[in-house]
C-alpha cells in the first residue's frame, strides 16, 4: 500500500471536514514527534516545518494524490512523493502517539467497522481492539520503506543473507552479497557525515572494538541460557520482584555457565565504555545507535526477562556501524 492511498482512505473517517493540505498536515503531526535536537539526523527542518505549519499547500497535496496512471474511473495510485519526506521522518516517527490519536477520538463500534471496510485488504479478519495497532503498523511500513530506511534495509539485508545460507550456488551467493551491498550503501548515503570528523586512529579503534563486541554477542549467545531456564519450567514469577525474579531464574542456571555468561557481559560492558567515549566525543548516528541499544545489553536484562532480540538488534547495530566506519574510511 502505498502512502497516498492509505490516508486517502482515512480521510472519510478522520478528516473532520479538512482541506486536503490541513488534512495531510494533521496526519504527519499524528505520526512524528517534535525533534528535541538537531543533531544527528538529516531533515530536522522539514519536521519543523510540519509543525509550524510551513509545508506549501501543493506539496501537501503531493503527498495525499501520489503518483497515479490512467483516467476517471481506471485511475489508480502507483507510487508515492514522499520518499525526501520520508527520508526526514524516519527518525521522528512515534506509532505510539498515532495509536493515542485514534484513542482520543473514542471509536464506537460503528467506527471501527467503518475502518475494517475502508482497509479490507488489512483489517477483515482483525478484531476490533487490534485495529488501531494493525493501521500504526502499517502505516510505519509504508514510510520506512518509502525512505529507504536501515530498517526496512535490515529486513531485505537479513533475507538475502537467509536465501544465500540456503541455496548455495556460486552465482547465488555472488548476486545475495552484491545486493546486500547495494542496501547498505543506500542507507549510508542518507547519513550526515560525523561531527567532527574522525581521525584515522579512531576509525582503526571504532572498527576494532564493534568486531570484539560483536564477538562477545556471539558468545553469550552460544551459551544458550535459555535452555537451562526452560527446562525448569518456572511458575509463578508474575508479581514477584526485580530482585526475587532475577533470584529465581538465576537459580535454573549452572554455577559455570553463569560465570562464563557473567564474564562475558562484563567483557561487553568494558569494551562498550570505550566506544561511549567517542559518541560523547563526536556526533554520527551509526555510533549513538549502537551506544544506545548497546546501554540495555546486560545480565540482570536478561534474567529479568529482557527478549534477547535486543541481542540481535545490537548485532545488527554492529553490522551497520561496521559498514560506516570501513566507507569513512576509503
Known sequence: MYFADFIQRLRPIIGDGRAIPKYVLHILKMVIVEP????????VKIVN??????????????YYYGKTEGKGANKQIVGDNINKLAQSIEHYLDTEKFKGCFNNLQFKY?????????FKDILADEANDKIVDRLADELKTIILKAAGSKNEALSSVNIVSDAAGVIKKENTLKKGTVLEEVLMENWYSQLEPPSPSFSEN??????????KMYIYLTEIEDLDLYQYIESKKL???YGLSEEE??????????????EKSKE?????????SRLKYYNEMHTYSPLSDTVNTSTSITLEHFLYGIPS??????????????FAIRQLRK
Request: charged share 35%; net charge negative; hydrophobic share 30%.
Open 235 to 237: 511458575s509463578h514469577l
Open 110 to 118: 460503528e467506527e471501527a467497522n467503518k475502518l475494517k471496510d475502508s
Open 309 to 322: 532480540s535486543t541481542h540481535l538488534a545490537l548485532k545488527n547495530d554492529l553490522k551497520f556501524l561496521s
Open 245 to 258: 525474579m532475577i533470584r529465581r531464574i538465576r537459580s535454573c542456571i549452572p554455577d559455570e555457565i553463569y
Open 264 to 272: 562475558h557481559y562484563n567483557n561487553l560492558h568494558k569494551i562498550s
Open 49 to 62: 516545518d510540519i509543525f509550524n505549519d510551513k509545508v506549501s499547500e501543493s506539496t501537501l497535496k503531493s
Open 36 to 43: 528535541s535536537s538537531e543533531k544527528g539526523y538529516k531533515g
Open 202 to 211: 579512531e576509525l582503526e579503534e571504532i572498527e576494532a572494538i564493534a568486531r
